[in-house]
Nanobody, 127 residues
Framework: QVQLVESGGGLVQTGGSLRLSCAAS???????????MAWFRQAPGKEREFVGA?????????YYGDSVKGRFTIFRDNAENTVTLQMNNVKPEDTAVYYC????????????????WGRGTQVTVSS
């Protein structure tokens, strides 16, 4: 079992940057490095959207949603049990609650494939 806590959300202007962090506490089972870690977001009235993921086998953080490619970057630190979302050149449409999630499945990218979720952190981008 994994407990996830997000932090770093807030208000940012269009074109600015923001860094979100997710701290993981592994209660039982496999170690943090054995989970695919991802960020999702959900804007009011919209479905939860995949932002990006770091797979557990390679550790590669190369998998991003089309709307954030080239602007957002994910890092994971298996020694610190953290995963970070660096958001650059943000846009008003990036306004959402951002969630950290963990999956046992290697190639997970759909929200229903993730086993553990944080409570989310609000990001608001002003125009």
């Amino acid at each position: 079992q994994v407990q996830l806590v997000e932090s770093g959300g807030g208000l940012v202007q269009t074109g600015g940057s923001l860094r979100l962090s997710c701290a993981a506490s592994v209660v039982s089972g496999r170690t943090f490095s054995g989970y695919t870690m991802a960020w999702f977001r959900q804007a009011p009235g919209k479905e939860r959207e995949f932002v990006g993921a770091c797979r557990w086998l390679s550790g590669a953080c190369l998998y991003y949603g089309d709307s954030v490619k080239g602007r957002f970057t994910i890092f994971r630190d298996n020694a610190e049990n953290t995963v970070t979302l660096q958001m650059n050149n943000v846009k008003p449409e990036d306004t959402a609650v951002y969630y950290c999630a963990a999956a046992k499945s290697l190639g997970a990218s759909r929200s229903d494939e993730f086993d553990y979720w944080g409570r989310g952190t609000q990001v608001t981008v002003s125009s």
